[in-house]
Structures are given as structure tokens and as C-alpha cells.
């Protein structure tokens, strides 16, 4: 491809970028300025990337007797003539909205239909310029701009494959970078006459990068065309598709284009990866919906395991059922009762050798029903406790163990009611901290069995701030941090050192997938921590799927919060919510961040999706894959 990416003032346009949206305004302001201004707050609410008039110079543009004695015209240009004439804004005007767009965060963008205009728009620095599919085939206008050295954007409605052919070959001798968008320039254009699939050709024929400029009714088509790799969408924005006008009723309302915007970025994200891996959410639903191999009946060690011995049963803990007839005929290596679980030592595999050592401040995530099983043989440092709600139903009583610290990870869910500190609902805030200092009481009591924990138990706690429907506005994520600062001050911290923790940009709760909006920025984290005294619980998988989100650097954000870190959570992450990926199977990349973590001297634990499972293997599997970077 001549250019892969062109960059629009700051935003790159090309392969693997998302689509760059343009909100057409176009002369859909009547020629009143602040309805202009409001079709620039409609863009930006919407999120597009730019916002994009028209301006002519109608004593270059038209013959004196087109634009004067329009009787001599036919009907249809009458009308329309009159409708461009009315919807006309100054100069001044147009300085204004760039100003106006600047302010709030846009790219100003305005097609010239002229020479005189190109040059009235060279005085506002507009970062590239539009073309209407009129223009297409108008060399000297086009020979003018690229004179600018400015990219420029052309549409090819109501142009044949020659004249666009002709156009770019222009185009080249020039050197003029380019986008070519697709287009049918019908008021609206009927979904049979559009032909997507142009796209593809143009891309190929010309080796450019490709876009779509929309004037059908409703969005399907646009996102379609995102979906089939359109660079650029451009479709036209209006307060009111009723109002008088040329391109009003073909437009896109504020709800209308806010959707279009929304729905391209998840279908972006939806493109992202042509990997496949079993997600959080999955494991989950997995676990409590599928099923396992168990037995029908007792079966004693050495017995031949015969097909009647076997059926599949909920929840899956054990054994595939697609390794049902793999198992017939193999012998029982243990007494297995009734529904009790197959597992792969029953396939013959041998039992991973739970062997790992190290001087490091490592340690193992546990769960009170598994914690002597997950530390035999073993000898790590502490024992880090998930809790859920339902464990803390019961006392917490353990064996004496004077050689572990004690850290505890506080519940996000309490029976099935999301914990959230963040929440402007007073009711689930005051939930929340009733909650968490319940818990915080029954670590109190769990302390004494951990002789090595300090005098304040590490307690992890995720501080909330999910969303359901989207990312909330950063003027809300602002609020959220303060209910944040305001409701942990009302925790009971005694004899408790509470590590927040970095979240993930798609949590999965309740096996589903939200919206996290706080405690995914390292300079957010860093600043609220520092502002309200608190120390961090760093998760490496966490962090990798933001910063893939984010497009930042994992080993930057690491070493932004390290000097508040005082608890690791280890796994790998793949995409944006691909986490708790087992170690080296994912995108971070371990040896360069291993050497920060080191540093960083603290405690630090495995935290692998059912890495529990047969012992805590996952983990040993992770710990002992890191010991090549000196874990």
C-alpha cells in the first residue's frame, strides 16, 4: 500500500487503526451559526473524529447566470440553488467554528467547492482536506490542494471507474496522499444500488487506503462497511431530519449518529484478534454449566473402567466428556466413589511434580476448603485467601501455621450484589463498606493462625466503578474517584493495610462482561493513591489489557505505580479481556516486565484461571515458567 496510515492532525488513518468517523454538518445549520455549533456538540458527544462543513465562494463557484437568472434553470436546480444560497455562513463564521471545535476537543474539517475556499481554509490550518464526489474529476481544484501538502479525502459518488481511475493516476504523478471513499451520492441511496463490495476493489486496484461516505436511511450499511474495513466513515449529522434542506432527511439525529460511533467501536473491537481462547467469563460458565466425566458407581483401584461406569454431570471439575471413550477400558489408579470426578491421572497422565523454591516473595492463592491441599510439599511465603461472601458465613478457623503471612482478598460480590465503593446510588455504597468491614473483622480474627503476618494484614480490595452500558463520561469517572475517596474513609483499618487493585477494561461479573471506569489509568492510580494514602495491589493481566485498550506501554504503567506497589498478582492477558492467561501464553511481554517486578521486592502470587484445579497446578505451572526470568 502507497501510504498504510495517514494522519489526520494527531489521528492515524490506515491498517490496523480504527475508523475515522466524520460527523458531516455540512450546510445543515440553515446558515445560523449556533445551530452550527450545536451540530459540533452532537459530534462530540458522539465521540467522532471530526466534525466536517462545506464552504463555497459563490462568485467563483457558479456562472453568473446559474447563481443570478436562475429562471433559465431546470426546477431541481432552482431548488437547490435557493437551499445553498440560504444556508450560506461568513468567514468570521467559519473561524469561529474552528475555534468553537477546538475548544471541545475535535477535528475541524470543511470541503471546499473552490479554489477561493481552499484558500480561505488555509487560514483556519485545517489538518487535511474533503472532497465532494462532484469534484472528483475536477483536476484544477484538486491539482490546487495537493499544492497544500495536505492529505485529502475524496468520495467517488456519481463518478464511473474510469474518471476515478483518471483521478488517481493524477493523484500519483503529484505525490499527493489520499483516501478514496466509496460512495453512491444518490438523497438517500438505496441499499441495492450501494454495492459495498466496491470497497474491496478499489483497494485493490488503487493500493490506498479505502473509506465509506454514507447517504442511505439508517445505520446498518455504514457499520456494514466498517465491518468490510472502511477506514473512514462520513456520514451527515442533523438536529432534526424534518427541518428544510437538501441533505436533512438523509442525515443522522443525535441518537442516531451517537449509535453509529458506539456500535463501530464495538464492532472494531469485535475484529481485533483472530485468536481463540476460552475468556473469564467462559471459565465461569463453563465451570457451573458444563460438565464433567464422573462414575455411576463406586469403582476400586485397579478395576477395569468400563463404559456403564461412566455418564457426564454438572458442575465441569473433572474430566472432558470428550474423553468419554478414551477412558473406557483404562484402570481405576485410585478407589473412586460414586460421582466422584474423572480426572486426567485417570488418562494416564502423570501428576505434575509439585516441586518449586525460590528466595523471591512468592506465595499461593487459596480458598479455605483447599488451603492444605494447595500448600503441601510446599513452602511459600504466605497464603493469599479469596473469600466469598458465602465462605464468610462460617467462622474462619485454620491450623496454626507460624511460617505464613496472611493476606487476605476481599469479596467483589456479596451473595449476588456487586460490591461497588464508586456507585452514586448511597444505598449500594452503604452496602458496600457494611460489608467490607465485616470482612475486614473476621481477617482481624483469621490473623492469629499466620505467624508470620505483620501487624497489618494486606487486604485486596477491587474499589468498583463498573458500568453496564459503556464507559462512563471523564467529568463522571471524576465523581467516582471522590465516592471512591470518601467511602474508603469510612472502612475500619485497623490492623489492615487495604492494597487497591488495577482493573481490567471489561471485568466480568456475574458471567457477563461490563465496563470498568476507574483504576485502569496508572497516572489516575497513582494520583488517587498518593491523595488518599493508600498503597496498590498491582496485577500484571489486568494491566496488559488496559494498556492494549489504551494503547500504552505495560512496563511504563508498571513502573508509574511501583513506588506504591505493595502486592503482585502474576498471569498473562491476551487482547482487552483475555485475562488470567497462563504465563508466556499471552501478550505480555515477561522479559521486560519480570525485571521491573523484581525490583519491586514484594509479595507476589500466581494468579492463573483455574490454575487451582488438581492442586493449585495452574500456579506451579506459572511459578515455575517464571523462574527463567529469576523469579
Given at each position: 500500500m ?20 466524520i460527523a ?16 459540533i ?16 465562494d ?6 453568473e447566470?446559474?447563481?443570478n ?15 445553498i ?7 468570521e ?5 474552528s ?14 467547492w ?5 484558500e ?34 475524496l ?14 493516476k ?8 489520499y483516501?478514496?471513499l ?8 438505496a ?13 485493490e ?5 479505502v473509506?465509506?461516505s454514507?447517504h442511505?436511511?439508517?445505520l446498518?450499511?455504514s457499520?456494514a462497511a ?22 436533512h432527511a ?6 442516531g449518529?451517537i ?5 463501530i467501536?464495538?464492532?472494531e ?29 463406586p ?14 454431570k ?7 466428556p470428550?474423553m ?8 481405576a ?8 470426578y474423572?480426572?486426567?491421572?485417570d ?7 509439585r516441586?518449586?523454591?525460590?528466595k523471591?516473595k512468592?506465595?499461593?492463592i487459596?480458598r ?22 458465602h ?5 474462619l478457623?485454620?491450623?496454626?501455621h ?12 456479596w451473595?449476588?450484589k ?15 463498606i457494611?460489608h467490607?468491614n465485616?470482612f475486614?473483622?473476621?481477617v ?16 485486596v480490595l ?6 453496564y452500558n ?5 467529568k ?12 474508603l ?7 489492615i493495610?487495604l ?19 476507574t483504576?485502569?489509568?496508572?497516572e489516575?492510580?497513582?494520583d488517587?493513591a ?8 498491582y496485577?500484571?493481566?489486568h494491566?496488559?489489557?488496559y494498556?492494549t485498550?489504551a ?19 502474576l498471569?498473562d492477558g ?5 485475562e488470567?492467561i497462563?504465563?508466556?501464553?499471552g501478550?505480555v ?10 525490583r ?7 494468579e ?5 484445579r488438581?492442586?493449585?497446578e495452574?500456579?506451579l ?11
Amino acid at each position: 500500500m502507497k501510504n498504510k496510515v495517514i494522519h489526520i492532525g494527531e489521528k492515524p488513518v490506515g491498517e490496523n487503526c480504527p475508523a475515522f468517523i466524520i460527523a458531516e454538518a455540512g450546510i445543515n445549520h440553515n446558515g445560523k451559526i449556533e445551530l452550527a455549533k450545536k451540530l459540533i456538540d452532537v459530534a462530540v458527544e458522539a465521540r467522532a473524529d471530526a466534525v466536517k462543513f462545506q464552504m463555497r465562494d459563490f462568485k467563483t463557484l457558479y456562472t453568473e447566470n446559474a447563481f443570478n437568472n436562475t429562471k433559465h434553470e431546470d426546477i431541481a436546480s432552482q431548488y437547490l440553488l435557493s437551499l445553498i444560497r440560504e444556508s450560506t455562513l461568513s468567514e468570521e463564521n467559519f473561524k469561529e467554528l474552528s475555534r468553537y471545535a477546538k475548544q471541545k476537543g475535535i477535528i475541524f474539517l470543511c470541503t471546499p467547492w473552490d479554489i477561493a475556499s481552499v484558500e480561505t481554509l488555509e487560514k483556519l490550518n485545517v489538518p487535511a482536506y474533503k472532497l465532494a464526489s462532484a469534484d472528483l474529476v475536477n483536476l484544477e481544484l484538486i491539482e490546487h490542494i495537493a499544492s497544500k501538502n495536505k492529505p485529502l479525502i475524496l468520495s467517488t459518488g456519481m463518478s464511473s471507474p474510469e474518471e476515478i481511475e483518471t483521478t488517481v493516476k493524477h493523484l500519483d504523478s503529484l505525490g499527493a496522499e489520499y483516501i478514496l471513499l466509496h460512495c453512491n451520492s444518490a438523497y438517500p441511496a438505496a441499499a441495492k444500488d450501494i454495492n459495498l463490495r466496491y470497497m474491496d476493489t478499489l483497494r485493490e486496484k488503487f493500493d490506498c487506503i479505502v473509506g465509506y461516505s454514507g447517504h442511505e436511511l439508517g445505520l446498518a450499511i455504514s457499520m456494514a462497511a466498517a465491518t468490510l474495513g472502511a477506514k473512514v466513515i462520513e456520514r451527515h449529522i442533523t438536529l432534526d431530519r424534518t427541518m428544510t434542506g437538501p441533505d436533512h432527511a438523509i442525515s443522522l439525529e443525535p441518537a442516531g449518529i451517537i449509535k453509529l460511533v458506539r456500535d463501530i467501536r464495538r464492532i472494531e473491537e469485535a475484529l481485533q484478534s483472530d485468536r481463540k481462547f476460552i475468556t473469564a467469563g467462559e471459565f465461569m460458565n463453563r465451570k457451573i454449566l458444563g460438565k464433567s466425566l464422573v462414575a455411576t458407581r463406586p469403582i476400586k483401584s485397579g478395576e477395569t473402567i468400563t463404559r456403564d461406569m461412566i455418564t457426564a454431570k454438572s458442575p465441569a471439575k473433572g474430566l472432558s466428556p470428550q474423553m468419554l471413550h478414551q477412558l473406557v477400558g483404562k484402570k481405576a489408579q485410585r478407589d473412586i466413589t460414586k460421582d466422584g470426578y474423572f480426572t486426567e491421572e485417570d488418562m494416564g497422565k502423570k501428576k505434575y511434580e509439585r516441586a518449586f523454591s525460590s528466595k523471591r516473595k512468592w506465595g499461593l492463592i487459596v480458598r479455605p476448603h483447599d488451603f492444605e491441599e494447595m500448600i503441601e510439599g510446599l513452602a511459600p511465603r504466605f497464603a493469599e485467601f479469596h473469600f466469598s461472601s458465602h465462605d464468610l458465613a462460617h467462622p474462619l478457623v485454620f491450623k496454626n501455621h507460624t511460617e505464613l503471612e496472611l493476606i487476605a482478598h476481599a469479596p467483589e460480590l456479596w451473595g449476588d450484589k456487586l460490591l461497588d465503593f464508586c456507585s452514586d446510588d448511597t444505598g449500594v455504597t452503604k452496602t458496600s463498606i457494611n460489608h467490607i468491614n465485616d470482612f475486614l473483622e473476621k481477617v482481624r480474627e483469621a490473623r492469629k493462625y499466620f505467624g508470620k503476618t505483620p501487624p497489618k494484614v494486606k487486604v485486596v480490595l477491587h474499589p468498583g466503578g463498573m458500568s453496564y452500558n459503556g464507559f462512563v463520561s471523564k467529568k463522571d469517572r471524576a465523581k467516582m474517584y471522590t465516592r471512591l475517596g470518601n467511602a474508603l474513609k469510612k472502612l475500619n483499618t485497623t490492623g489492615i493495610e487495604l492494597l487497591l487493585e488495577n482493573l481490567p477494561p471489561f471485568p466480568w461479573y456475574k458471567g457477563g462482561a461490563w465496563f470498568s471506569n476507574t483504576f485502569m489509568d496508572a497516572e489516575e492510580i497513582r494520583d488517587f493513591a498518593k491523595k488518599y494514602g493508600y498503597s496498590l495491589c498491582y496485577d500484571s493481566s489486568h494491566a496488559q489489557l488496559y494498556c492494549t485498550f489504551a494503547k500504552k506501554d505495560p512496563v511504563e504503567f508498571f513502573k508509574t505505580l511501583k513506588p506504591l506497589v505493595k502486592h503482585i498478582h502474576l498471569s498473562d492477558g491476551v487482547g482487552t479481556d483475555g485475562e488470567g492467561i497462563q504465563i508466556d501464553e499471552g501478550d505480555v511481554r515477561w522479559s521486560k516486565l519480570m525485571p521491573e517486578i523484581l525490583r519491586a521486592n514484594v509479595t507476589m502470587a500466581p494468579e492463573i484461571w483455574m490454575g487451582h484445579r488438581y492442586n493449585g497446578e495452574g500456579f506451579l505451572v506459572a511459578l515455575n515458567r517464571l523462574k527463567k526470568f529469576n523469579l
